[in-house]
């Protein structure tokens, strides 16, 4: 069941965008007015303003509050978050404490600090209209605040492709917003759908702009870029329902707006998803400075058993998707679609375990893995007592993942890491948790489109084998191999389709067919059919075969 938070978002429970209230509008305004106040204030002390002061910044973040009674309560909310813990953040880090006669621009208690203040209070009192739940939504993040990282030379494509948004986003929202109001005056309902447009590209343009002030400081916080981005998911999320009625108004609100509106929201959902993999890249380099700092490895546990190699793994949010495939696409059993609400974020291994990372276990272990595997000839699938994870019947270096291991060899690895680590409980993932990390946000077949090709993964006409972990491009959270290359298994019974009591939540399905164990995404023998992100297989949880592995997560 989807508590609280999510539903009041989700596009499926309201199929317009809510204006804020009168009382909030109003208020809005007045939020408005101060930011317009502390613009004037920086503009009219700029010849006192010195090089190393980010009045740019300051400016941007004042700028991004003109307008927020124009777009919806929804949107309102992330943009009052991020401004609030913007300008305190600001003041407490660019506003000197001293005599404010001396410094009457810079000082605590000086003209602009006190241009600051008076926004900072009429944002905060703005937040009250939301009810705790929304606010504690708004701010969620799944990084420490603390967490800050210097991006790549990409920040600035990223950036400036954000700015591109925010001015297409705002100049389109002025135009839809006219078109609503002709629409409106000809007691057209339709004008209902202009309108709705208009609040919503006004909400992604507004926190792309946000967006790019974040990403314009050298070193900006994660758990800010975490947040926005956040926001823009929700955001796209709800403008998908409203948009998909767009070519019954086309004709009225005009052809050429309404191409223009496909083209740019197209453009943000590819930003969206880009930021998003920015986002996760940055979360790993502050994982690996973290542990770097507490005296360790990112990949190692520094453990007294003698393990030192762990999956690299990145941090997955907390959300919600549609899981199977709708009627006529895909199979029986991976029907009927339905919703899935992820409540908690957790880590999931970047890649499926590598041969490396399972021998360091066997050695450590002494596991007892039972030979004989099941091995493709050339002609057809045969067990042979003599293959096994040494030797699956092709070459295999260390950063290949491990094949010939059974459910059990599997479960049996994520045990031994729980023990090395000594705190963390690791297991194989639920197979909600597998599809909603496959799709990474998206809805096509693939994470990566409608179809895919053998420069984008290991499966059916490229190799007789399997392909080092990484080679090919992530998907847009960051995960590889998630399609191709080795099935992967995962806790859940087999259930034959979705009816029934499937679940609703990122939890393990028991009570199904207890001799079989769920396997997603395809391998390097499957047809491009079966890697879709919805596609499932299913084996014995004794069997081994040269085409199956597993990938790890663990809770946070």
Not at 280 to 293: G, H, S, Y
Not at 349 to 377: L, Q, S
Not at 433 to 452: N, V
Not at 501 to 511: C, F, I, K, L, Q
């Amino acid at each position: 069941m989807a508590d609280a938070r999510e539903k009041s978002l989700s596009p499926d429970d309201q199929t317009t965008s809510v204006a804020p209230s009168p009382r909030l509008a109003a208020e809005l305004d007045r939020v408005a007015a101060h930011a317009g106040d502390l613009i004037d204030e920086i503009r009219k002390t700029n010849f006192e303003i010195n090089n190393e002061f980010p009045k740019e910044r300051l400016l941007g973040i004042a700028g991004s509050l003109t307008h927020l009674s124009a777009g919806s309560e929804e949107g309102a909310l992330h943009a009052l978050e991020y401004a609030a813990n913007s300008l305190n953040n600001f003041r407490f880090s660019s506003m000197e404490i001293g005599d404010g006669d001396t410094m009457s621009h810079f000082a605590r208690g000086g003209r602009l600090d006190q241009a600051i203040g008076k926004l900072i209070s009429d944002v905060t009192t703005a937040k009250q209209f939301y009810s705790q739940n929304r606010l504690d939504a708004a701010g969620k993040s799944d990084i420490p605040d603390h967490a800050i990282a210097k991006l790549g030379a990409d920040q600035r494509n990223i950036a400036e492709e954000a700015q591109n948004i925010s001015d297409v986003g705002f100049d389109l929202a002025h135009r839809l917003r006219e078109s609503a109001a002709e629409l409106a005056e000809k007691r057209d309902s339709d004008g209902l759908i202009a309108d709705n447009l208009s609040r919503r590209t006004r909400d992604i343009a507004n926190l792309a702009n946000q967006q790019r002030i974040e990403l314009d400081n050298v070193r900006p916080q994660i758990a800010s870029l975490a947040k926005l981005h956040r926001g823009v998911r929700i955001i796209l999320r709800a403008m998908e329902l409203t948009s998909a009625i767009v070519e019954i108004t086309g004709r009225k609100i005009g052809h050429v707006l309404i191409a223009h509106f496909t083209e740019w929201f197209a453009r943000a959902q590819e930003w969206a998803r880009e930021t998003l993999a920015k986002i996760n890249e940055l979360i790993l380099r502050w994982q690996e400075e973290d542990d770097v700092a507490n005296g360790s490895q990112h990949r190692s546990f520094g453990s007294s058993t003698g393990f030192s190699v762990g999956p690299q793994m990145a941090i997955i949010p907390a959300g919600g998707f549609i899981m199977g495939s709708p009627s006529g696409e895909g199979t029986p059993d991976e029907r009927p679609a339905h919703k899935i609400i992820i409540e908690r974020p957790l880590k999931v291994g970047i890649a499926p375990v590598t041969r490396g990372e399972f021998a360091a276990f066997m050695k450590a272990t002494g596991h007892r893995v039972d030979e004989g595997a099941h091995v493709w000839t050339g002609h057809r699938w045969n067990y042979d007592p003599s293959k096994s994870w040494l030797d699956p019947g092709f070459d295999q270096a260390d950063d290949h993942p491990v094949v010939c291991v059974s459910w059990i060899d599997a479960k049996a690895y994520a045990a031994w890491l729980t023990k090395c680590s000594g705190f963390k409980t690791y297991r194989l993932l639920f197979e909600t948790e597998w599809e909603y990390c496959c799709r990474a946000g998206t809805t096509t077949s693939y994470s990566i489109g409608e179809t895919i090709t053998t420069e984008q993964a290991n499966f059916a006409g490229r190799a007789c084998g399997t392909t080092p972990i990484l080679r090919f491009r992530p998907n847009p959270w960051g995960f590889s191999d998630m399609h191709g290359n080795v099935w992967e298994w995962c806790e859940d019974d087999w259930h034959y389709n979705y009816s029934g009591d499937a679940p609703t939540t990122g939890s393990v399905w028991r009570d199904g067919d207890g001799t079989r164990r769920v396997l997603r995404g395809g391998s390097w023998f499957d047809p491009p059919e079966e890697l879709r992100s919805a596609s499932r297989n299913w084996e014995r949880p004794n069997i081994r075969f040269s085409n199956v592995g597993f990938r790890i997560a663990t809770d946070l």
